[in-house]
């Protein structure tokens, strides 16, 4: 909390608007793993067996619940407004719009992350206990709360391998475009964020999708 409040002081920009748009896509990312870690449970009452059963692409089953679980976590932004509101932090005009606009964009990766996950769990519990342990540290890790510009060493390859990371930097891109802070703010170029984002959602819907197919099988 130390470091927080330093920062927030030494800052040249809005922190605690820094944080609303971190803790905006980590709340999509929270909401979208917890939904996916949901069919682990629906495959413990045989509800995904009768599912499969469907001439439907299995990846068209998984997509769709990755958009059902996105209307939650979307919905769930709307909380974090009302608090800014309240709490009289910029809102940014048009800027926090186009951020609106672009959040499919983050269910998709937070989505693919969660079947990933789930492509490598049996149980309902340890599914439940581990989208936890997977989300609590790219929340602190990833930049959502403090900045990550100048992280080394472990802490800097951490959140280089997060996707959360880069999902946060295209946030920031696309709320801090034409202000004299982006610089400051925004780590790498907005089209960088979106070929890493586009590779970690096609790495992850494929291989976690073929993981939880495969276990179905063998059940």
């Known amino acids: 909390m130390g470091v927080c409040l330093k920062t927030w002081r030494l800052a040249s920009?809005?922190?605690?608007?820094?944080?609303?748009?971190g803790m905006m896509v980590n709340n999509i990312f929270?909401?979208?793993?917890t939904g996916m870690s949901s069919l682990i449970e629906e495959r413990n009452t045989n509800f995904t067996q009768?599912?499969?059963?469907?001439p439907i692409s299995r990846y068209s089953i998984i997509l769709g619940k990755m958009i059902g679980a996105s209307f939650t976590s979307l919905v769930g932004l709307i909380g974090i407004?009302?608090?800014?509101?309240?709490?009289?932090?910029?809102?940014?005009?048009?800027?926090?719009v186009y951020l609106f606009l672009i959040s499919p964009l983050f269910c998709l990766v937070g989505g693919a992350l969660g079947i990933f996950f789930i492509g490598f769990v049996q149980d309902s519990k340890t599914a439940d206990m581990g989208s936890i342990l997977l989300i609590m540290p790219q929340m602190f890790l990833s930049g959502a709360m403090i900045p990550i510009q100048h992280s080394t060493g472990i802490l800097g390859i951490l959140a280089k391998i997060m996707p959360?990371?880069?999902?946060i930097d295209f946030a920031r891109a696309v709320f801090y475009a034409g202000t004299p802070v982006y610089d400051q703010i925004v780590l790498h170029h907005p089209v960088t964020n979106l070929i890493v984002m586009a590779g970690f959602f096609l790495v992850f819907t494929v291989v976690g999708t073929l993981m939880f197919t495969r276990s179905e099988r063998n059940r």
């Open 13 to 21: 920009y809005n922190y605690l608007q820094f944080i609303m748009i």
């Open 30 to 33: 929270t909401g979208l793993v």
């Open 50 to 54: 009768e599912l499969y059963v469907s």
């Open 81 to 96: 407004l009302i608090i800014s509101l309240l709490m009289q932090i910029p809102l940014g005009g048009i800027h926090i």
């Open 164 to 167: 959360m990371t880069y999902c």
